[in-house]
């Protein structure tokens, strides 16, 4: 069957056997497809020990399996819409992820709990602060779950700009076209906390995505 109804496996249940060999075979399989056909490269500093979000821009399908190569050995956990879940195959990469599953495009009290639960236990976390594709270039519509994620876990936020996906898989598009590809990581930043530095949450979204666009 192409569709599932076997959404979600909880984000913080340990990683199997199995599951960590169709990781390490997936993540070399991407990996040489994207060197081969797309002449990937990533540019910018290692990312920290320890728990932090990462907010990157979303053009395509193939975003989530590139920021994770992007992030490097450490596993992340991605939030995704909840209609990845549907069919077989993203149903597959999402549990092996252990992703979270987003009822909708706006970020729920039960999601951001979550999230938070995995950054307490020392975890990374991904978003696409848009919440859905965009056209490439298109940097609008953030939602500010990214912000108030970061004020509440006190992690840092680590901007990542993904550029040429949009080209190579565009909405609509069923087989990837040869197009180059990059992912350029920027520092890290923090949610200020210092008294007498209040910063409203639009605010830092509005730093995150200034972050992203100068990437």
Known sequence: ??????????????YGFANRCFYSFGRALV?????????????GPYLPEGPFIVAANHESFIDPPILQLAVGRRRVRFLMIESFYYTRLLNRFCNVMRCVAVKTESLNKTTMNLALEILEARLPVAI????????????????????FLARRAQVPVIPVRIRGTGRVLPKGAWFPRPRRVSVHVGDAIEFPQGEGEKVSLDEFKETIMSAIAAL
């Not at 069957?1 to 340990?14: E, G, Q, R, V």
């Not at 696409?128 to 940097?139: I, N, T």
């Open 1 to 14: 069957m192409l569709f599932t109804k076997n959404l979600t496996t909880h984000p913080l249940k340990p």
């Open 31 to 43: 990996y040489c497809f994207l060197k081969i056909y797309c002449a990937f490269r990533r540019e």
């Open 128 to 147: 696409f602060p848009q919440g859905a594709r965009m056209e490439p270039g298109d940097l609008g519509g953030a939602s500010k779950g990214v912000a």
